[in-house]
């Protein structure tokens, strides 16, 4: 599968800026005490042939702890 630069804006806009955008209005919430995320063991093996799909599981991970974190 071919990207173009508005797939690949559309791919990261979905998977990475929509979950924190709404893990950011989620935390202003004073009753709300936990956010799940749910991402896969596939941001630690990265492929070369999806690298888009695999840096978003990343981030996901990656933000996921440092919410955990804050």
């Known amino acids: 599968m071919q990207l173009t ?6 791919e990261i806009t979905t998977n990475v800026i929509a979950p924190v955008h709404l893990a950011t209005m989620f935390t202003t919430i004073p009753s709300l005490n936990t956010i799940i995320n749910v991402t896969s063991g596939l941001a630690f ?5 999806t690298p888009i799909y695999f840096a978003k599981k990343a981030f996901m991970r990656s933000f996921t702890i440092s919410l955990r974190h804050s």
């Open 45 to 49: 093996v990265p492929l070369s042939k």
């Open 5 to 10: 630069n508005n797939k690949i804006v559309e």
